[in-house]
């Protein structure tokens, strides 16, 4: 049904990281004619967790005119060149998923296909000493580079985040009401959201809705009972277990992902402290061990309870439905392994933005935005579970359902695509590039059988100075930074 009333009021319901990055977007680039309101309750928690970014927040804060060293001091922010994942292949195997790209690919194929002919003639070099983020990361050295030469991301304290969006967003406009929703009131002729009732007894009404109330729902599901997809066959954890330590380190410019028996652990390293958790499944863990998993593997001392997060892997059937748009967890949850979340988050608005029904709302815009939103989290939903599913972990029940259990059709193309041919290619909506569905596969211990035939174009000599000369230039640079920590200090000394 289409609703051609003009959009002029806009109601945020919730706050924490979705709600205020939504009111910062909004009030700052398309915000001058619209009136917005964000409603959220000082009683209710956010999850705050979501401490680990992909690169795509720097162009979301170039866009908002953010300046990057006021806000990381902010955010007791670190620099992220990547993740590094320990025990997934097996139990005494590591790898480095990082940003950027690995040597250098030609118009017909990727960089792998030369490395791989290489090592089939007995070259010696192993292929992340090719990927200048990668090395970067591992010898713990950071700084900016010339023309976005080194691609990073953030760590960050996602409370204050939330709180540094909120001050930028009350300078440009956004109207915080403090409240918790009692009700929301439906249109009984179009269905459509006309406002919401909060415990205090005042009434909020809007055009436009968005719902950032968290796993709840409470517009998107509660009361306009969209619908859920639930994930959990292909995503089997459904657990977190979340808790902050003193740093005992410098930190490190990467995450950490430990596997273990029944999921894997998160490592984040702030300026000051450090973000631990446990993702696991509850089928195969419970809680109270979890817990204690999760307590005998982190160092320093506890600065908060642990805090426990329950969820179910999938989407929203819809993330726009009605006059009521979904963001972050109420949208749906895959799972924090490649720090997708903020993004998703990210990419919401963006692309409301980008689709502002001002002149009315209609099915045309409605169908849109959910069609590019159901495409783009099923690329990054194959994504995670190509981590799980190719692995030599046979030692627990867990690690065996997810090596024999079915996956995506189109996932086990992608699969085959590579270890026959070593082909790699993105897809439109497909948030990662060949170059982190290359070093996840070769890490999870996937092999190509065959290379392409350009590879053979080049003689010995020819190849050994092609490969050479990029290692030789990476390792040069790396030399030449300083170390993460000194940059840090330097550039963006934590405030906290």
């Given at each position: ?211 950032c109330t968290g796993f709840r729902g409470v517009l998107i ?189 189109s996932l086990s193309h992608r699969i085959e695509l590579f ?68 940059y840090l200090d330097q550039y963006c000394k934590s405030k906290?």
């Open positions: 049904m289409n609703n051609l009333s003009e959009v002029k009021n806009v109601v945020i319901a919730g706050g924490g990281t979705a709600g205020w990055m939504a009111a910062t977007a909004l009030a700052k680039l398309i915000g001058n004619n619209l009136n917005i309101t964000l409603v959220e309750s000082d009683a209710i928690s956010t999850v705050g967790v979501g401490e680990a970014t992909i690169p795509p927040l720097l162009t979301f804060h170039k866009m908002l005119k953010i300046d990057e060293a006021e806000f990381m001091s902010s955010v007791n922010a670190t620099f992220k060149l990547g993740i590094n994942f320990e025990n997934w292949k097996d139990t005494s195997s590591e790898y480095f998923h990082s940003f950027g790209t690995t040597g250098r690919d030609c118009w017909a194929t990727t960089f792998l296909q030369f490395y791989h002919r290489s090592k089939k003639e007995g070259y010696q070099a192993k292929y992340e000493e090719y990927c200048l983020e990668l090395q970067a990361g591992l010898n713990e050295k950071f700084a900016h580079l010339p023309n976005s030469g080194l691609k990073y991301a953030y760590h960050m304290d996602a409370t204050l985040y939330a709180k540094f969006l909120r001050n930028i967003s009350e300078k440009h406009g956004v109207n915080r009401v403090e409240g918790k929703i009692e009700q929301v009131n439906i249109d009984e002729n179009s269905g459509f959201i006309k406002s919401l009732t909060l415990l205090s007894g005042q009434t909020i009404a809007g055009d436009l809705f968005i719902d599901e509660q009361a306009l009972h969209t619908g859920y997809d639930d994930w959990s066959h292909w995503l089997p954890c459904d657990r977190a277990v979340a808790v902050q330590t003193e740093s005992t380190e410098e930190p490190k410019p990467y995450t950490r992902s430990i596997a273990h028996e029944s999921g894997w652990q998160w490592k984040i390293p702030l300026q000051n402290r450090t973000g631990n958790g446990l993702v696991y499944c509850s089928k195969y863990l419970n809680d109270e061990n979890a817990e204690k998993l999760l307590l005998e593997n982190v160092e320093g001392k506890l600065l908060k309870k642990p805090l426990f997060i329950k969820f179910t892997p999938g989407q929203r059937r819809k993330h726009w439905n009605k006059n009521c748009v979904a963001l972050g967890l109420s949208s749906g949850f895959i799972e924090p392994l490649e720090s997708t979340s903020i993004h998703l988050i990210q990419r919401g608005i963006i692309r409301l933005m980008q689709m502002f029904p001002k002149t009315g709302i209609t099915d045309s815009v409605i169908n849109e935005y959910n069609y590019q939103s159901e495409e783009e989290i099923r690329y990054i939903r194959d994504f995670i579970i190509l981590h799980y599913h190719v692995t030599n972990r046979n030692d627990s029940n867990f690690w065996r359902y997810c090596s024999k259990m079915d996956v995506p059709s270890k026959e041919h070593g082909y790699v290619f993105k897809a439109p909506w497909d948030l990662f590039a060949e170059n982190s569905w290359i070093q996840v596969m070769l890490g999870q211990g996937l092999s190509p059988q065959s290379h392409h035939p350009i590879a053979d174009m080049l003689s010995v000599d020819e190849q050994e100075l092609f490969l050479g000369g990029i290692k030789n230039s990476i390792e040069k640079t790396v030399k030449s930074l300083p170390t993460h920590k000194q906290i």
